[in-house]
């Protein structure tokens, strides 16, 4: 378009860039910063010393929340202090109060100062992950404690980044075992040639969804559920004859993935069996230790982990039972290379002598995502906080008090446990029914100072109570127990 006349495209007024000075104040006014990070502190410690005298879900109907916030964003800035009254006026009404100590729900999302404090650290350094020289500090932190945790868990030394393996952390198991899923098909891919609509993926049918769904992204054709035990772990037996049945089909065993601790009653697949079976035909060997991996810093719960050296990757969440906030799952590869392998790509602007060299680790070639968090900033914490002793003493009181909240269950003429107590969650039915289950489930959650999961196992529903948050004593599983104890026997519901 040489020599063609360009339309004028500067607007005609200059903005006032003085006046913008006065609104971008909150982004540097570090006084200011002090003052309302001292207020949000104090918020936040009120917020969990007296969370017992709330409800542990606020009662609120579908849109409730919403409706209470303007309808525009502010065009103007608001003070901090406005901000924090909403906290307490529109939000925490709206919640479900995770930290409670009547919190038995789903698993626990134990947290704990150290971890609350190096999320804010890993805030204010606004630091990226991306490849080691992008901010080293990140990268080798994430090495190191990774490193540290596979000796407090009594994991093979070979998965630690200083050996052939490696650990990094994600957003939490789906991503890790989405991970897992890509490496199996590679190595399918690389061994077989077969094309992924061919691939089968083997799970327990108590499997989380997540080990569907990550199969089902990663692309596999195939997804086959394996029957359990009367404790609801894998069968072996019943593993090995699916993968005969497909491989006669003329379909590819790609993967199969192992529960430690499955989500419905924790149920524990044998690694050894499965890691058998996938070792004999190739297939990538996934751990999902969501759960239950943080007890393995105890010694007494490592019988589990027999087989374990079998195993290609193995994914377990700090974010549920190891004192850390939501966001922190590990994911552990015994080999490095084919994840390096299946998971990296080379834009040039990321090119630099230290990745060139080969003597560092660039977690985007490890992740799924580009930018990345600190966040071993908050295991490392957490870890320092408590020390591996401290850790140690809340799982081990945890599973102390699931296990007599068990007994007395089990001494119980009204209720009936459904599967064995392994960890630290109980599960357990009425005798008199299932209406008589969940008419107590529903006791329970009425009072506002207990709140359980009510699940359905082999058709059947039943209650889990999960005990898992930092701020349940003794005496709440106690008063909790008082209180099952007595409806139990006066509920009595007709059966159909
Ligand atoms: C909780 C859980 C998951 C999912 O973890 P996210 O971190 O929420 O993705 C996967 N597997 C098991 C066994 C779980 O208990």
Redesign the pocket.
Do not use: E, L, P
């Given at each position: 378009m040489a020599g063609t006349e360009q339309p004028d495209l500067e607007p005609d007024l200059e903005p006032d860039l003085e006046a913008d000075l006065e609104l971008l104040a909150p982004l540097t006014d570090f006084d200011a910063f002090r003052e309302n990070g001292y207020a949000l502190i104090d918020w936040i410690a009120d917020y969990l010393t007296s969370l017992g005298q709330r409800p542990v879900c606020e009662p609120v109907e579908p849109g409730e929340v919403r409706a209470q916030l303007p309808v525009a964003a502010p065009q103007l800035p608001e003070p901090f202090s406005s901000v924090l009254a909403d906290l307490d006026d529109v939000i925490v009404p709206g919640l479900a109060h995770w930290q409670h100590p009547g919190w038995f729900a789903y698993?626990p999302a134990m947290t704990s100062p150290a971890s609350m404090l190096a999320e804010l650290a890993s805030a204010g350094l606004g630091v990226q992950g991306m490849i080691w020289s992008s901010s080293p500090a990140v990268t080798e932190l994430e090495n190191h404690v990774l490193d540290w945790l596979v000796d407090l868990m009594g994991l093979p030394e070979a998965w630690k980044t200083t050996s052939r393996g490696g650990g990094l952390l994600t957003s939490?198991?789906?991503?890790s075992?989405l991970i897992a899923m890509i490496n199996g098909r590679e190595k399918c891919r690389k061994r077989t040639g077969a094309p992924v609509e061919q691939m089968v993926v083997y799970a327990s049918s108590q499997a989380?969804s997540?080990v569907e769904k990550g199969a089902r992204l990663a692309g596999f054709g195939h997804v086959r559920l394996i029957d359990v035990d009367d404790e609801f772990a894998l069968r072996p037996q019943s593993l090995a004859e699916a993968v005969s049945q497909d491989l006669v089909g003329g379909l590819s065993p790609a993967a199969a993935v192992s529960?430690l601790?499955?989500?419905g009653t924790t149920a524990v697949d044998p690694v050894r069996g499965v890691g058998e079976v996938a070792a004999r035909w190739g297939m990538w060997h996934h751990v999902?230790a969501?759960?239950a991996g943080s007890a393995m810093v105890c010694e007494e719960f490592r019988h589990h982990l027999a087989g374990v050296e079998l195993v290609d990757s193995y994914t377990f969440?700090p974010?549920?039972w190891f004192a850390t906030n939501l966001?922190c799952?590990v994911l552990w590869v015994a080999d490095r290379v084919p994840l390096i392998d299946a998971m990296s790509i080379d834009p040039p602007y990321l090119r630099n002598e230290a990745t060139d060299s080969g003597r560092v680790i660039d977690y985007r070639n490890w992740d799924l995502s580009l930018g990345r968090p600190f966040r071993a900033l908050k295991l490392w914490f957490v870890i320092r906080a408590l020390g591996a002793e401290g850790l140690r003493a809340t799982i081990r009181r945890h599973t102390q008090w699931a296990r007599d909240l068990s007994a007395r269950i089990d001494g119980h003429l009204c209720l009936r446990r459904i599967a064995p107590t392994p960890f630290a969650l109980v599960s357990f039915v009425h005798t008199a029914g299932d209406a008589a289950t969940r008419a107590l489930a529903t006791a329970v959650n009425d009072t506002g100072r207990y709140f359980v999961t009510v699940s359905e196992i082999e058709g059947r529903p039943y209650i889990r109570v999960a005990i898992g948050a930092t701020l349940t004593a003794r005496h709440h599983v106690d008063s909790f127990w008082q209180f099952i104890n007595e409806s139990a026997v006066t509920l009595r519901p007709p059966e159909k």
């Open positions: 698993f939490g198991a789906s991503a075992t989380h997540s529960a601790g499955t989500t999902d969501a759960y969440n974010h549920k966001d799952s």
